[in-house]
């Protein structure tokens, strides 16, 4: 149900957003733009259209607002989390053929001989420059 209904909801909410910006710049104000919507003085009287725009700006902003929650909602109860987090990761074993290395030593690469000892250690920590 969640796969069918949120594309629906989602474009309800794409046109109810592209319908509110529309209207908001057809009203007229004080400064600003100036409301694109120039001269409607053949369709409506000015309060007639003022109260037509007002009451349009109303019902898009409560579905803009109801849309907006419902998204929200399918969007919080369809969450599932993610494999990596609820299992355990498999233990890595070694290619069939080859002994680990043991821990305390670095393993040295094969086809390589080593100089007759064990390689030395890396440093725990960075160092701090001293001037001599």
Known sequence: MQTFLSPVLLTIHLMLTVGLIGVVLLQKSEGGLGGLGGGMS????????????????????????????????????????????????APVTPPAGQAPAPA???ATPSGQSGTGGTAPAAPSAPAAPTNQ
Not at 54 to 71: P, Q, V
Not at 76 to 85: D, E, I, K, Q, R
């Open 104 to 106: 305390n030593q670095p």
């Open 42 to 89: 053949g369709f409506m009287t000015a309060r007639g259209s003022t109260n037509l725009l007002t009451k349009t700006t109303r019902w898009l902003a409560a579905g803009f607002m109801a849309t907006s929650l419902s998204l929200a909602w399918l969007s919080s109860h369809a969450h599932v989390a993610p494999a990596s987090f609820t299992q355990q990761p």
